[in-house]
């Protein structure tokens, strides 16, 4: 839908967009190893651990951090997070002193984290602590006028093979194919397709 597309609109035209963006994908990272990318951890932690790491909220001190699929994080890992959320500071694995953290928390998620909440996997107060502002960004089938910009837009952006971009737009019959179309992947299945055609379109002169 291009949630990480809002999340970096958010960041730049904020008064944070000099400070570092951040963001993490929590249902991509193995459970045992989210905590150690959130928060870091102090040198001798565990095994592996032979110098100290900052974690994604102390790298984005001062700017942002987007926490896509956030109804995938593991419960020990929310615990954590509400500390971010309330006391702004983070103690990282291994460690006992707090330091303090400035940072904007976007989060997303596809999940019905109402739903997520009322089944035990997500808790009641990182959920309330989230929901400060709200936004929600609809999937392609439901706003199909900004596909023929969206195709515009990768077209122009897609470089061809060569130097040469062989698509060179859709007739009005395929338009209407392909407004009327679901659309599962959103944003990134029409972005695939035009990227398909560019490549492997017929050679127009």
Known sequence: TGKDVVALALHHYSQRDQKPFR???????PENLIENELFGHEKGAFTDARSQYLGIFEQAHGGTVFLDEIGEMPLAAQVRLLRVLEQREVTRV????????????????NRDLQQAVA?????????????VVELS???????????????????STIP????RRRFKGFSAAAMRVLEEYNWPGNIR???NLVESLVFLGPDVE
């Not at 963001?23 to 990272?29: K, S």
């Not at 089944?119 to 929901?131: A, I, N, P, Q, T």
């Not at 392609?140 to 990768?154: K, M, Q, S």
């Open 23 to 29: 963001a993490v994908n929590c249902a991509a990272i």
């Open 189 to 191: 299945e029409l972005r």
């Open 119 to 131: 089944e035990g996997h997500f808790r009641r107060d990182v959920y309330h602590r989230l929901k």
């Open 160 to 163: 061809g093979q060569n130097g």
């Open 94 to 109: 291994g460690g006992s002193s707090p330091t303090p953290v400035d940072v904007r928390v976007i989060a997303a998620t």
């Open 137 to 155: 960004i609809p999937p392609l089938r439901r706003h199909p006028e900004d596909i023929a910009p969206l195709i515009d837009h990768f077209t």
